[in-house]
Antibody, heavy 120, light 112 residues
Framework: QVQMVQSGTEVKKPGASVKVSCKAFGYTFSDYAISWVRQAPGQGLEWMGWISGFKGDRYYAQKFQGRITMATDTSTSTAHMELRSLTSDDTAVYYC?????????????WGQGTLVTVSS | DVVVTQSPLSLPVTLGQPASISCRSNESLVHNDGNTYLHWFQQRPGQSPRRLIYNVFNRDSGVPDRFSGSGSGTDFTLKISRVETEDVGVYYCMQGTHWPFTFGPGTKVDIK
């Protein structure tokens, strides 16, 4: 069955970078895309960006432009999201979610979430 | 960016009674391809979101039929015909028609 398995909890200092991975099981990785969504403590869901599992086309929310990079490795069916220049406002649970190859029909399957804590 | 709003933000409900959540966008969510990419998610405490409804009214497999979605254009509704204890959580609508995709603020459903 389809599963999205994310990497483990991270603790980072302000100014550092974090890389979260999301390994997909149970479907052909290149037939779908991945959206990344985050949720700060006690807050709602925030869509961060999207990357195709096929060509690697990507779209980033403007809020993160310049300090986010999404990538895929089709050989391991894994998506990666790197966020740089971290501040305490980036403390959140980060989720990956499967999306359609054209984008838009997000979230049939989600990862378990990766807690990233930014603290000095 | 498309702004998505929800009402109410808090919804105390009586077990066995119906519940309804409204979701509105400031732009039409009808895509150029004719589809409307408006989805509903449930998030129980401590869990990842779970999609209930996609493209306005399509129920995901395994979702109880007491959940239904409706609407068009800029105005959408999620209905629960008879609320059960397991329905407690936060419900989000999300639009996937316009880049960047955006979520509503969430509606917290709990039992009176």
């Amino acid at each position: 069955q389809v599963q999205m398995v994310q990497s483990g909890t991270e603790v980072k200092k302000p100014g550092a970078s974090v890389k979260v991975s999301c390994k997909a099981f149970g479907y052909t990785f290149s037939d779908y895309a991945i959206s990344w969504v985050r949720q700060a403590p006690g807050q709602g869901l925030e869509w961060m960006g999207w990357i195709s599992g096929f060509k690697g086309d990507r779209y980033y929310a403007q809020k993160f432009q310049g300090r986010i990079t999404m990538a895929t490795d089709t050989s391991t069916s894994t998506a990666h999201m790197e966020l740089r220049s971290l501040t305490s406002d980036d403390t959140a649970v980060y989720y990956c979610a499967r999306d359609t190859i054209s984008g838009g029909t997000t979230g049939r399957y989600w990862g378990q979430g990766t807690l990233v804590t930014v603290s000095s | 960016d498309v702004v998505v709003t929800q009402s109410p933000l808090s919804l105390p409900v009586t077990l066995g009674q119906p519940a309804s959540i409204s979701c509105r966008s400031n732009e039409s969510l009808v895509h150029n391809d004719g589809n409307t990419y408006l989805h509903w998610f449930q998030q129980r405490p401590g869990q990842s979101p779970r999609r209930l409804i996609y493209n306005v009214f399509n129920r995901d497999s395994g979702v109880p039929d007491r959940f239904s979605g409706s609407g068009s254009g800029t105005d959408f509704t999620l209905k629960i015909s008879r609320v059960e204890t397991e329905d407690v959580g936060v419900y989000y609508c999300m639009q996937g028609t316009h880049w960047p995709f955006t979520f509503g603020p969430g509606t917290k459903v709990d039992i009176k």
